[in-house]
């Protein structure tokens, strides 16, 4: 887990060194145990390290290995490194270090660039080749690890996130309007390639795109499962895919053990957190640290889910952390939050991830979480009306979107209004892709490849990237998603949704944390704004620097500060704390 920059010249001329150290300022948060800057000519690496596998300077970055010709900057980790290790030693290769980094270098110089196919893990990295020029960027396939890039004249620059691209300056920082589109409407999910801003983009999931020395590139997505029934799975039953399901999580979680330091669990209290919880203690797991996170009521809704966390950890005898944030240190920390995103993040989640992180960062480096089990098995609302759906393009906009175009058309000033609906286009593509059998399969399509990177995944890397907290998510384990992909949406929707993995669940947890209403991360102050946060965005809004950009018509602006609570998104979000928290964001990042 790290942070990773570059700079690459396509005219001939030297690397710029430092842009490359600016980058890696901005990135420190997420490696704060050491720092490493490579240059060759018109290539030039930087990279920060958090020290979880390989401890030694041995496993250092960015990572050269003259005899193979390569130099590696690299962040996340393979979990099936130590297997990779042994074939490759098999096919002669030696190493130097005892970590997952060099086997990536050992595996790109054996199999090219169906080396991806073979990791197990989170991956964001590039490959410069000495000889031929040409450098290599790839990402995982969920996207856990981010990779933004900027392109300027003859040059490209890559980091770990888009401040850090600012940093590097000679960026075109000027608000892209479909992205802005996409922000209102599909519930602040920015798909890549774009950024909110239109001189940063974000290589794709799943993605290998590699450049000549001359800037020209080829690019080609390496994993795109299909959402469909298998012939030899017609006769299988709920209590078939149940035990599918269990064996495959048990393997999911297994492999994210794989660390030189402890791992412990960001426990909510829900079903998809104490699973894990459940499956860490029968692998064996001792003394496992669980932490949970809890807010002040507001408005008559309660702001933790302790209840649910302290019978799981009394259940396995976990060492338990609940940490409760007042609303004082809540208001407090928000600046910081915001500016530790990369990029405007509208969910309640990430100021409670971000506190948490801080917390838990205090005594442990890694953590693994329950994020992607509801896009994964259809753990959402939306889900069950589209079983039936007829316009799966538009139930799903009804569904999930926070406005249509034609209401945003009248919230937005018309400068900065899409001249196309923007984001009814990009989901329609997605959703009526070949390679989904039912409305459903669709869905879950698009929000475990779409939405999910976009959201909860972002999310929890920004979050807890920002305090040098690796967060692993056995949910997102490949072949575990491969086979859910495969389940027949009716497992996937009974008992009120992710009916399978509860059924999987009420082997390892008590039937309690199951057989509830599904819960969400509560900070219920930025759901009902009122007194200081009403306030604090109220100045926000009338700033000068919000003034002049001037993206929401002020009527619409007064609506919504004369009555904040009517103004509530289809998925439970205050319309308020979205327009706000987009322009505290640009304002955070001098934008």
């Known amino acids: 887990m790290c942070g990773i920059a570059g700079d690459i010249r396509f005219d001939g001329g030297p690397a710029d060194t430092r842009a490359v150290a600016s980058m890696m300022d901005v990135l420190a948060p997420r490696g704060p145990d050491g720092a490493g800057l490579e240059a060759r000519g018109r290539v030039a690496f930087g990279h920060r390290r958090l020290k979880i596998i390989d ?173 469909q029934r298998r012939e030899g799975d017609a006769g299988l039953i709920m209590q078939d895919w149940r035990d599918r399901v269990l064996d495959a999580l048990r393997t999911a979680v297994r492999r994210r053990m794989v660390a030189d330091v402890p791992v412990g669990v960001l426990l909510s209290g829900g079903v998809d957190s104490s699973i894990i919880v459940g499956l860490l203690a029968q692998e064996g797991q001792a003394n496992l640290a669980t932490y949970s996170i809890g807010f002040e009521e507001a408005n008559g809704e309660k702001g933790d889910e ?93 569904l999930f979107f926070d406005r249509d175009h034609a ?48 959201d909860p995944v972002k999310r929890v890397d920004s979050m807890t990237m920002a305090w040098g907290l690796e967060a692993r998510v056995p949910f997102l384990d490949h072949e575990l998603a491969e086979l859910a992909a495969t389940i027949p949406p009716e497992f996937k929707l009974a008992q009120g949704g992710k009916g399978v993995l509860k059924e999987a669940a009420r082997l390892v947890v008590p039937h309690e944390v199951i057989d509830r209403p599904k819960g969400y991360f509560p900070v219920p102050q930025l759901k009902y704004i009122s007194g200081p946060y009403l306030d604090m965005v109220r100045d926000v809004l009338g700033s000068q620097a919000a003034r002049e950009r001037g993206l929401f018509r002020p009527d619409y602006l007064d609506t919504l500060l004369a009555d904040p609570v009517s103004h509530i998104t289809p998925l439970r979000g205050s319309e308020l704390w979205q327009v706000s928290l987009l322009e505290m964001w640009l304002q955070s990042h001098g934008v």
């Open 407 to 454: 209401t945003l058309a009248r919230q937005l000033s018309p400068d900065w209004m899409a001249e196309t609906d923007a984001s009814r286009d990009l989901v329609a593509a997605h959703l009526m892709a070949e390679g989904a059998d039912t409305p459903v399969d669709r869905a879950l399509r698009l929000d475990s490849q779409v939405m999910l990177v976009d």
């Open 306 to 398: 302790f209840v649910y966390s302290d019978l799981i950890a009394k259940t396995f005898g976990t060492d338990h952390h609940k940490i409760f944030v007042p609303s004082s240190d809540l208001m407090g920390a928000l600046p910081d939050t915001i500016h530790a995103m990369s990029e405007p993040m509208v969910s309640y989640d990430n100021i409670g991830f971000y506190l948490l992180s801080r917390e838990v960062s205090k005594s442990i480096k890694v953590v693994q979480s329950g994020q992607g089990a509801d896009e994964v098995f259809a753990g959402y609302h939306w889900y069950p009306p589209l079983a039936d759906s007829a316009d799966v393009v538009g139930d799903y906009a009804r």
């Open 55 to 227: 401890l030694s300077d041995k496993a250092a970055q960015p990572m050269v290995d003259e005899e193979l010709g390569l130099t590696l900057t690299f962040n996340g980790c393979i979990y099936n490194y130590p297997e990779l290790r042994a074939e490759l030693e098999g096919h002669g290769y030696r190493f130097t270090s005892s970590g997952d980094t060099e086997v990536i270098l050992k595996a790109f110089h054996a199999w090219g660039e169906t080396c991806v196919a073979r990791f197990h893990g989170m991956f964001a990295f590039a490959i410069h080749d000495h000889a031929s020029g040409t450098v290599t960027l790839a990402r995982d396939r969920f996207g856990i690890k981010p990779l933004y890039y900027a392109e300027g004249d003859k040059r490209l620059r890559i980091a770990s996130s888009l401040p850090a691209l600012l940093a590097a300056g000679d960026i075109d920082r000027s608000i892209d309007r479909a992205a802005l589109h996409n922000y209102m409407s599909f519930h602040a999910v920015v798909p890549p390639p774009r950024t909110i801003l239109n001189g940063v983009r974000k290589l794709p999931p799943a993605t290998l795109r590699r450049y000549a020395p001359d800037g020209s590139f080829t690019e080609r997505v390496y994993w795109r499962p299909p959402h």
